[in-house]
């Protein structure tokens, strides 16, 4: 059964780092080094956002709000996605959430999605 299972959140003073990981598994080396894959934020009582993404072929993008303090990256040999997150501001509270697309602009329609992991940072 292919799932993607999340970990690494936390709570964290502002300008602390954290590193979020999510497994693929269940998933064929093949699939997974073929889908884009990213990372989605969701504040209460806000929409769900897309912080970053990472293309099969390694092209990236960033939401405005994250750039130069996020970095995401893959491991195809683990079936595992990162989000290096520094600077951490209390804005960046929220459940992130990874997801696995055929293409990047898949993921609101025909995204696989793992259950999330809480990101809280204080002032």
């Known amino acids: 059964q292919e799932q993607l299972v999340e970990s690494g959140g936390g709570s964290v003073q502002a300008g602390e780092s954290l590193r979020l990981s999510c497994v693929a598994n269940g998933y064929t080396s093949t699939k997974f080094q073929t889908f884009c894959v990213g990372w989605f934020r969701q504040a209460p009582g806000a929409e769900r956002e897309r912080v970053a993404s990472?293309?099969?072929?390694?092209?990236?993008q960033y939401a405005d709000s994250v750039k130069g303090r996020f970095t995401i990256s893959r491991d195809n040999s683990k079936n595992t996605l990162y989000l290096q997150m520094n600077s951490l501001k209390p804005d960046d509270t929220a459940m992130f959430y990874c997801?696995?697309?055929?293409?990047?602009?898949?993921?609101?329609?025909?995204?696989?999605w793992g259950q999330g992991t809480q990101v809280t940072v204080s002032s």
């Open positions: 997801a696995t697309a055929l293409r990047c602009d898949w993921f609101k329609a025909y995204g696989y």
């Open positions: 990472m293309d099969s072929d390694g092209t990236t």
